[in-house]
Nanobody, 124 residues
Framework: QVQLVESGGGSVQAGGSLRLSCAAS????????IAWFRQAPGKKRQGVAG????????YYENSVRGRFTISQDSAKNTVYLQMNNLKPEDTAIYYC?????????????????WGQGTQVTVSS
């Protein structure tokens, strides 16, 4: 099993920045990818960024590309999501997720392990 714990959410004004952290523990050696998803009220859970365990491959959803950066500190088993130039439409609960799969479309059902989520609220 893999345990994921998110932190770093909060409330900011439009144009502001936040950094989310996802600390992984447990059977982390078998993780292939870690990703960040978000879910706004009444909307489907959406993958916004992902990174391979070896750090060589990253993924960004179109609406966040150029504003969000995913990175990892392997020594700390932690993945970060730096979010800059935040917009009100970025408001959502952000979840960290991990998978052992190596071919992904970043659909939620491809990810086996999930954190509890952290709220991000962006006001205009």
């Amino acid at each position: 099993q893999v345990q994921l714990v998110e932190s770093g959410g909060g409330s900011v004004q439009a144009g502001g920045s936040l950094r989310l952290s996802c600390a992984a523990s447990g059977a982390t050696s078998r993780i292939a990818y870690i990703a960040w998803f978000r879910q706004a009220p009444g909307k489907k859970r959406q993958g916004v960024a992902g990174i391979a365990a070896n750090g060589h491959n990253t993924y960004y959803e179109n609406s966040v590309r150029g504003r969000f950066t995913i990175s990892q500190d392997s020594a700390k088993n932690t993945v970060y999501l730096q979010m800059n130039n935040l917009k009100p439409e970025d408001t959502a609960i952000y979840y960290c997720a991990a998978t052992r799969l190596r071919l992904l479309t970043y659909a939620p059902d491809e990810f086996n392990f999930w954190g509890q989520g952290t709220q991000v609220t962006v006001s205009s």
